[in-house]
């Protein structure tokens, strides 16, 4: 591995103190205005939601499900004994959904093994459930002061231009070099916390990705070794993602009386805990049959070999409404099989099975339904007119 000293050919540690003196009074300034943020007395619980929502989601899309959530659940107490369906209707739409649930378990040992507080130790921090190095060191430095690097995607996008240093930034190797010069740098700030948000600021606001950076605004022009060499637009450098696998899937939409059925997916594995519309895998060239509009009897006798383990029998069936999610490692390409049924079910039976009619209401209030689904929820609450803008 590099070491730092050979990444810093422009003394970011030899001007330390003019570097995070700019850094500073530039924050002071220009900071964004976020709801977890209190710059005079931040509130530990706040910063660590809004940490742990931000893993994965743009601050624009976090800002409403921050408002929602901790107004349902102010604080560390309260996290832990909330049932979990409502944490889960809470998060809907968030995505990564294991997010939450630690969330949870580390409320819980926060309650019986730390009094309900967070620690302030990073160390600590990190071996509490959901919490890795960079939570622990956003944690402990904005919360409490603590001189300890939080090092993320924009804090790597703004060291690499500052160093004009062409380490793969998705290497841990690279992550551990900056975290260390940061490490090194913190100690001498006023406030630690103020330089990571600065750190986090810069790169969500001037230092932005590709080769769109606004040099000509940034407060650390004078330091950046990029910008000196005219390479701003070639860093970082980054191996390319692995290709997703591609999934072709069913989506059940089985509708009886106004409602539709709901089913709770497994505990383990992708989406755990959340409901769901049934789904099916399929080949890309049933896919392609499908989306030709076949419905009838050729429709009712997809549906009878895809989902007749539901026992449910169908009266009408028709395939339309093509969508496509993006999950981390799969892409899931649905099309949705509208199915009406008007037979007389064993509810409680169904009940026992966690399978469920859920009317708009319910789909709005109750069941958390990943954004996923969002493209048949969605059409199901405008066809029944109840959709509202809040869903
Ligand atoms: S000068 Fe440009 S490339 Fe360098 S840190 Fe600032 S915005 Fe990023």
């Given at each position: 591995m590099k070491a730092v000293t050979d990444m810093d050919p422009q003394g970011l540690r030899e001007?330390k103190?003019?570097f ?102 990073p ?9 890795g190095p960079y939570?622990a060191g ?9 001189p300890k690097a939080a090092v993320d995607g924009n804090v790597l996008r703004v060291f690499s231009r500052l160093l004009a240093d062409r380490s793969d930034i998705s290497k841990e190797s690279t992550k551990k070099a900056y975290t260390e010069l940061l490490d090194e740098l913190l100690p001498h ?6 330089i990571n948000?600065?750190i986090m600021?810069?790169g969500?606001?001037?230092c ?12 650390v022009?004078?330091f950046c070794k990029a910008?000196?060499?005219?390479t701003?637009?070639?860093l970082p450098v980054k191996q ?152």
């Open positions: 001007h103190e003019d995070l003196r700019v850094l500073t009074a530039w924050f002071m300034a220009e900071h964004r205005d976020l709801p977890w943020r209190n710059l005079a007395a931040p509130n530990p619980y706040h910063v660590w939601i809004s940490e742990i929502m931000l893993q994965q989601t743009r601050v624009t899309a976090v800002i409403d499900y921050f408002l929602r959530f901790t107004a349902e659940i102010p604080d560390i107490a309260a996290l832990a004994s909330v049932p979990d369906d409502r944490l889960m209707k809470l998060w809907e739409g968030l995505g990564y959904y294991s997010r939450v649930r630690n969330m949870k378990r580390c409320a819980q040992v926060l309650m019986s093994e730390y009094g309900g507080a967070m620690p302030h130790d160390a600590t921090l990190a071996k509490l459930p959901g919490i939570t956003a944690i402990a430095s904005i919360a409490f002061g603590v700030a006023q406030n630690a916390g103020h948000q600065a600021d810069l969500a606001t001037i932005i990705p590709g080769g769109e950076a606004r040099c000509s605004l940034c407060p022009e004078g910008r000196k060499e005219g701003t637009g070639e390319r993602a692995q290709a997703r696998r591609q999934e072709h899937r069913v989506i059940l939409i089985l509708e009886k009386d106004g409602k539709v059925l709901v089913d709770k997916r497994p505990e383990r594995g992708l989406l755990a805990g959340l409901y769901e519309y049934p789904g099916a895998m399929i080949t890309p060239k049933q896919m392609e049959d499908f989306e030709q509009g076949i419905s009838g009897k050729r429709a009712l006798k997809v549906y009878e070999s895809l989902f007749g383990e539901l026992g449910l029998t169908a009266k009408k069936a028709r395939f339309a409404l093509r969508s496509k999610h993006i999950f981390s490692h799969i892409e899931w390409e649905m099309i949705g099989l509208y199915v009406e049924t008007t037979d007389t079910y064993d509810v409680e039976a169904l009940a026992e099975k966690n399978i469920y009619f859920a009317d708009a209401a319910e789909l709005k209030e109750r069941y958390a339904l990943p954004g996923a689904f969002s493209a048949y929820t969605n059409e199901f609450l405008n066809r029944r007119g109840d959709i509202d803008g809040s869903h």
